[in-house]
């Protein structure tokens, strides 16, 4: 049965009316060029309308391959995602315990509640850095690593495939049972290749609403084939306990709406990455080359009696015997030996350079593209930092610490305070931290507990006087406050505070004081005294006044 197409006086379309539309012939031009095929560079730009998971989940297992692969053997994608991990967590991650007075029934104008405050969070900051810097490493499940090394583990998994995975166990036999198991996002995937549903998509499980409630992953990698059978089967682990304990953390941000897995942020680097990766050898090779071939020796003789000299006979000619005699009795010059070609003969040195100097540009302004791709500057991409002076080192830092600030959001929610809850909870469960009198219990109102300010890597100096005097001038100014300045250099005010004290303390045991310079901007700068003058009383020297 053939189906009839009417236009909108309800006239039958023709077949080649609608062949002539098809390819973009006798159409009218669209209201945005985006949706039409008029322009010559969209008539064969057709891409299909997909869904995220439509996107993804097709194509995530071969672009992670090759992103992996590219990481492994490409020094600039390398470079890229260890500047990453150096800012989301560098040497370690900070926890500053903020817990919210209004929901605890504290006061802060109350100097008593404050008090209660500043105890309660010091309790958590403590044990905090008791589970995490545990020297016997019963953070890890597997034993090897602490808190701040598994942090940078699932941070480079982060950067590079934009999720990461990680379940929460319990083993008994140090202060604190919980311990995080990290895991491959690669072992994630439907059971026994189950086909794409609603409610089971890249592993992960679903309810109605689309929350995530399980997730399904295999007990080994499936490269792992040295440890059959465990690859070919899989274990369903819940999201969390019926209290509401986190088990499984799945990190990662959805692109779009019902996405239930990530797609790597190199898929859109992965054919420019490696283009620029095999022009660089090229190049190399080519240089290598040119290196290789230091000399030539060329020949006047014509070509058949050059020939004819590699042919063996007897020595019939006088140059034959002359050579044969200087290949026996060599000339010395002062105990050098002096070179004795053969006649016609003479030696060219290869003095034509390679030229490479349209390289180092052509290589930049690819490197920029993915720097910014990236969210990293191009400097740090490829740490040539010979183009920049202050105020431009500044600005392209101001706009990769944004971005840095947004990637290190996002690894703390998904990653990070999944884990400090379920230790905090253990923490309350033990009666290692106790709640404040009268306030709610930590299984009541968790997120009252939970609150805190994630110290990361300090942001750094370009300018250290400028930047300190700056610092100065805005806690002077109370648009800034100390912890604020502490933070962007990757430190606690408590331990400043605590540190400073000590130091005070040490200073007076031995009768020294600490000495303020005059460029510290805490002193005034004697150079500047003849440069800010009072100005003088009106009173005294403005003799002119009408009514004087």
Not at 153 to 160: G, I, Q, S, Y
Not at 194 to 212: C, K, M, Y
Not at 239 to 267: K, L, N, W, Y
Not at 456 to 477: H, I, N, T
Request: with cysteine; charged share 25%; hydrophobic share 40%.
């Amino acid at each position: 049965m053939s189906l009839a197409i009417f236009d909108d006086t309800g006239t039958p379309v023709t077949a080649a009316r609608i062949a002539a539309i098809r390819q973009g012939h006798g159409e009218p031009p669209a209201a945005y060029q985006s949706g039409g095929f008029h322009a010559q560079e969209l008539a064969a730009w057709h891409p299909p309308m997909t869904s995220a998971d439509s996107a993804v989940l097709p194509n995530r297992d071969l672009s992670v391959s090759r992103t992996r692969d590219i990481v492994r053997n490409d020094p600039t994608a390398q470079s890229g995602v260890s500047r990453l991990v150096e800012m989301l967590v560098g040497a370690k991650l900070i926890l500053s315990s903020k817990p919210n007075a209004r929901a605890l029934g504290l006061d802060r104008t109350n100097p008593a509640h404050r008090k209660i405050l500043r105890e309660l969070a010091a309790a958590i900051e403590s044990e905090w850095e008791l589970f995490a810097n545990d020297p016997s490493k019963r953070f890890d499940a597997q034993r090897r690593l602490t808190g701040n090394g598994m942090f940078r583990l699932l941070a480079r998994t982060f950067v590079t495939m934009n999720e990461a995975t990680a379940f929460l166990k319990w083993k008994p036999g140090g202060r604190y049972a919980t311990c995080v198991r990290a895991i491959d996002p690669d072992r994630l995937s439907n059971p026994d290749g189950q086909p794409t549903s609603a409610r089971l998509r890249g592993g992960v499980e679903f309810d109605d609403d689309g929350a995530p409630i399980a997730y399904h992953v295999r007990n080994g990698h499936p490269a792992d084939w040295y440890v059959t059978p465990q690859p070919l089967s899989w274990t369903r682990i819940a999201r969390c306990t019926p209290s509401g304990r986190p088990v499984f953390i799945h990190g990662f941000e959805p692109d779009r709406e019902d996405q239930a897995r990530a797609m790597t942020p190199f898929a859109a680097l992965i054919k420019r990455l490696r283009m620029i990766g095999k022009h660089g050898d090229t190049e190399l090779a080519a240089a290598t080359v040119n290196a290789l071939f230091a000399a030539f020796v060329k020949s006047s003789l014509p070509v058949g009696e050059a020939t004819a000299a590699f042919t063996p006979q007897a020595y019939t000619t006088l140059a034959d015997k002359r050579l044969d005699y200087w290949s026996k009795y060599p000339p010395m010059l002062g105990g050098v030996r002096i070179p004795v070609l053969p006649v016609g003969d003479e030696i060219s040195i290869n003095d034509s350079p390679r030229q490479t100097t349209a390289f180092a540009d052509f290589q930049s302004a690819f490197l920029q593209s993915i720097a910014s791709a990236l969210g990293v500057s191009y400097e740090q991409l490829s740490m040539d930092w010979s183009k920049v002076n202050y105020s431009s080192a500044r600005a392209a830092l101001n706009e990769v610490w944004r971005h840095t600030q947004m990637l290190f959001a996002a690894f703390v929610d998904q990653v990070v305070l999944p884990i400090h809850y379920a230790q905090l909870e253990e923490a309350f469960d033990r009666g290692y931290i106790k709640p404040p009198k009268g306030a709610p219990d930590f299984w009541d109102m968790p997120g009252a507990y939970l609150r805190a300010r994630w110290i990361g890597p300090g942001r750094g100096y370009v300018d250290p006087v400028k930047e300190a005097q700056g610092a100065g001038l805005r806690v002077s100014a109370m648009i800034s406050t100390l912890e604020d300045e502490n933070a962007d250099l990757g430190r606690d005010l408590t331990d400043t505070l605590d540190q400073q004290a000590d130091e005070e303390e040490m200073l007076k045991e031995r009768g020294l004081t600490r000495t303020l310079s005059a460029g510290s901007g805490l002193l005034p700068d004697p150079s500047d005294a003849g440069n800010d003058k009072t100005p003088e009383s009106p009173s005294e020297n403005d003799k002119s006044r009408p009514d004087k």
